[in-house]
């Protein structure tokens, strides 16, 4: 309307412009300020409030001349309705996440993949670039975790596929860590097929990432593909690796939210298929205690793998202890990946005959032929 005279930008719409005309990616940003890539993904969506101490190392990283201590110190006022979609969309997301540590995932699929289709649609015909952008991203997510539930469902065609789409919205929203990401995916896929050469391939190929949380991911797989090919000096070689990047890596939107300290989960994993049980059994003794309670579906995956490690270290009545008070969450999560350890538990109950396991046997066999 004639002689209306627009609104300013806020504060955070400002440090998005800006951000965006510089040319800086939220990882890059990280680089240059002390935010982690969470905190100013916040921070440009209005959820966190600026202070004066924000707006001064912000305004030098950007170098906006004052600009941005300015506005922080203007009135705040709401955020734009199609920011707040892009809010709103953000916190669906975190509650799948939290359905899918405790769900199956066709249930958390039914939810996911029409919200998936309906940010590609909103992002596609975004009139803003920059929430274009952002809404991209959020799509990235939405498809990388439906890869994983796929995955889970026990799907890896469409676990692939959805991981492609993931890494095209991803670089539509200008990040092409995710991309790199995508091949640590791969080596995932090959691990639990037992293809040692395959997860080492991709494992490599991620491990040239320039983010240390993508090599730290790559290198845990590579550390684990090791493994599988019996190559005990290597594996040790990138498990340590790996510890060292997690510590560079800090906070990171990829690798598991539900761990304390994944890169020990992954040397226990690792341990256990080297054949060194016990030492894998004592490492999971002491982390599996330490996941999120409500993180259902790891502490199942790694409460079978510590029974396993316990059941072929010699604990065998032991390890079918455990097993029996894992039976009614493994129904609940109906993970694939899972079964794959359950059907191995399964082979050695048929090999050592135990007295105590007759139980715990026939009910694996009704949860593996349901």
Avoid at 22 to 48: A, P
Avoid at 191 to 205: C, E, P, S
Avoid at 277 to 302: S, W, Y
Avoid at 335 to 345: E, G, K, M, R
Wanted: with cysteine; charged share 25%; glycine share 8%.
């Amino acid at each position: 309307m004639e002689g209306v005279k627009p609104l300013p930008p806020t504060f955070a719409q400002e440090v998005r412009r800006l951000r965006n005309e510089r040319g800086l990616s939220l990882n890059q940003m990280t680089d240059v300020v002390s935010y982690s890539k969470g905190h100013l993904s916040k921070i440009e969506n209005g959820q966190v409030a600026p202070n004066p101490e924000m707006a001064r190392v912000l305004d030098e990283a950007l170098q906006a001349g004052g600009r941005l201590i300015e506005l922080a110190d203007a009135p705040a006022r709401p955020i734009p309705s199609d920011h707040t979609t892009l809010l709103t969309f953000g916190t669906m997301f975190d509650g799948h996440r939290t359905l899918g540590h405790r769900l199956s995932p066709e249930v958390v699929l039914a939810g996911l993949r029409p919200q998936l289709e309906a940010l590609n649609d909103l992002a596609r015909s975004a009139d803003d670039p920059v929430l274009g952008r952002e809404l991209w991203l959020l799509a990235a997510r939405f498809a990388e975790y439906a890869g994983w539930m796929e995955q889970e469902r026990g799907d890896d065609a469409s676990a692939a596929e959805l991981t492609r789409r993931a890494v095209r919205y991803a670089v539509k929203g200008g990040d092409r860590e995710l991309e790199a990401w995508a091949l640590v995916r791969q080596a995932e896929f090959a691990l639990y097929k037992g293809d040692a050469r395959t997860t080492v391939h991709y494992a490599r190929q991620a491990g040239k990432a320039r983010s240390a949380a993508v090599q730290a991911g790559a290198a845990q797989r590579e550390a684990q593909g090791y493994a599988l090919a019996g190559d005990e000096v290597r594996c040790e070689q990138a498990l340590d690796r790996a510890a060292e990047l997690r510590r560079m890596a800090g906070d990171s939107p990829y690798g598991s939210t539900s761990l304390v300290d994944e890169v020990a989960m992954t040397r226990a994993w690792a341990f256990h298929d080297l054949g060194r049980h016990a030492e894998a059994a004592g490492i999971l003794d002491v982390q599996l205690p330490l996941i999120t309670p409500t993180a259902l579906r790891a502490r199942t995956r790694f409460g079978l793998r510590r029974a396993l490690a316990h059941a072929e270290s010699g604990e065998v009545e032991h390890a079918c202890e455990l097993v029996a008070g894992l039976l009614d969450d493994i129904r609940q999560v109906q993970s694939a990946t899972v079964h794959i350890d359950l059907t191995a538990f399964s082979r050695l109950l048929s090999r050592l005959r135990p007295a105590a396991g007759r139980e715990v046997a026939g009910e694996i066999k009704e949860i593996l032929f349901a």
